[in-house]
């Protein structure tokens, strides 16, 4: 069955730049999304199609997808930005959520 | 504005059912796919089953194929999971999610509801 790996924890300090990875086998070929889900809180849509952002994102989140691996980038990372990521695809007709990232902004 | 809402969530014995509920509005029901994504405690998301807009396409994961049962009523703009022989490692909030289109690959779940909790325990 198809995997996604994503690194469980991820340490930025406020205003640097944060970089969250997703590995499955040729995910460039597919089209990767992203979630955040802050503590308590449902998962939100912050990243679809690779690399588009809803409307009401901040441009500070974006993302890329190429090879085996997926791309969360989150630019002058603030406190609010604290939360767990997790990247999704389709293999066949089944959703796969990678397992997550803590992201803890320092 | 588009809003999911589940309801449905209890304390359930081991083997026993239990039927969640999602109420959906703020969009045409009938022609968006929706699924249902769980998630333990203290771990990280799990797709649990999808259907498509017409209801006549329907998909489970493994974990769950054969005890839980995706259904829609489009007249009644409410999606539904029936969850029978439950497990303790059932146990989850269980999230009902809208897709942007149909069902399939490329989609993405846009709207998420608050979820409702399952708790599985003798």
């Known amino acids: 069955s198809y995997e996604l790996t994503q690194p469980p924890s991820v340490s930025v300090s406020p205003g640097q730049t944060a970089s969250i990875t997703c590995s499955g086998h040729?995910?460039?070929?597919?089209?990767a999304c992203w979630y955040q889900q802050r503590p308590g809180q449902s998962p939100v849509l912050i990243i679809y199609q690779d690399n588009k952002r809803p409307s009401g994102i901040p441009e500070r989140f974006s993302g890329s997808n190429s090879g085996n691996t997926a791309t969360l980038t989150i630019s002058g990372t603030q406190a609010m930005d604290e939360a767990d990521y997790y990247c999704?695809?389709?293999?066949?007709?089944?959703?796969?959520f990678g397992g997550g990232t803590k992201l803890t902004v320092l | 504005e588009v809003q999911v809402v589940e309801s449905g969530g209890a304390l359930v014995q081991p083997g026993g059912s239990v039927r969640l509920s999602c109420a959906a509005s703020g969009f045409t029901f009938s022609s968006y796919a929706m699924t249902w994504v769980r998630q333990a405690p203290g771990k990280g998301l799990e797709w649990v089953s999808g259907?498509?807009?017409?209801?006549?396409?329907?998909y489970h994961a493994d974990s769950v194929k054969g005890r839980f049962t995706i259904s829609r009523d489009n007249s009644k703009n409410t999606l539904y999971l029936q969850m029978n022989s439950l497990r303790a490692e059932d146990t989850a909030i269980y999230y009902c999610?809208?897709?942007?289109?149909?069902?399939?690959?490329?989609?993405?779940?846009?709207?998420w509801g608050q979820g409702t909790l399952v708790t599985v325990s003798s």
């Open positions: 999610a809208k897709l942007d289109r149909g069902y399939g690959s490329g989609a993405y779940l846009d709207y």
């Open positions: 999704q695809a389709w293999d066949s007709n089944t959703v796969i």
């Open positions: 259907i498509s807009g017409s209801g006549v396409s329907i």
């Open positions: 040729k995910l460039g070929d597919k089209y």
